[in-house]
Structure formats: structure tokens, C-alpha cells
Nanobody, 124 residues
């Protein structure tokens, strides 16, 4: 069974940094595009960042561009989200996801597998 497990969430002060990790359990996902989404209190799930498997092309939401960086390590079956200059509005549950559809990566419905999420809370 495919599993994606996020880690690295927690409480951080505004202006601080945090790195999230997503470990995926099956080597078959090494050829999947992957992404990070987040869902804040009372909000819909929104796109944060994505990375393609073929050439590691990256995509970012405008709200995080220049502050967040997505990367992946194929050898470790792990994807990362480095978050810098965090703001209170970044508070959310962060989910990693994998897509084998070669479809636009900013849309949640184009993803096949999801992790359970990790809470990130940014205090002001």
C-alpha cells in the first residue's frame, strides 16, 4: 500500500523557518510528480508548491514564492518543503501528495495519493 508520511510540523514564531519532509513508502512513486498543499482553519485546501519527477521543475503559489522551496531526494524517497520568513497566515495543516496523471499540479483533484498532514502554527 502506498503511504506518504509528513513530518516536521510544529510551532514557530513569525519570521522563523521550518522544514517539512514527506517520506513516501514505495519506490514506484519516484516517477510521480509531487506537491504540497495546505488547509487553514475554515479554508479550502490550497496549492503551495509542486515538483516534477522528470526534471524537477518547480511551481509555487504566489503567496509563498520567494519564501518557500520544494525539493526531493529520489534516493531517500523523500520530498521537502523549506519554509522561510513564516507568517501567521501560513498557519495550516500541510499535506504532501503524489500525482501520476501528468496534469496541472496546482489542482488537488489531479493527485492520486495524499499524506495525513502535519500542523504548522506560526505565532505572531
Amino acid at each position: 500500500q502506498v503511504q506518504l508520511v509528513e513530518s516536521g510540523g510544529g510551532l514557530v514564531q513569525a519570521g522563523g523557518s521550518q522544514r517539512l519532509s514527506c517520506l513516501y513508502s514505495r519506490r514506484a512513486l519516484s516517477n510521480y510528480d509531487m506537491g504540497w498543499f495546505r488547509q487553514g482553519p475554515g479554508k479550502e485546501r490550497e496549492f503551495v508548491a509542486a515538483i516534477t519527477w522528470s526534471d524537477s521543475t518547480t511551481y509555487y503559489a504566489d503567496s509563498v514564492k520567494g519564501r518557500f522551496a520544494i525539493s526531493r531526494d529520489h534516493a531517500k524517497n523523500t520530498m521537502y518543503l523549506q519554509m522561510n520568513d513564516l507568517k501567521p497566515e501560513d498557519t495550516a495543516v500541510y499535506y504532501c501528495a503524489a500525482s501520476g496523471r501528468r496534469a496541472p499540479l496546482t489542482t488537488p483533484k489531479n493527485y492520486d495519493y495524499w499524506g495525513q498532514g502535519t500542523q504548522v502554527t506560526v505565532s505572531s
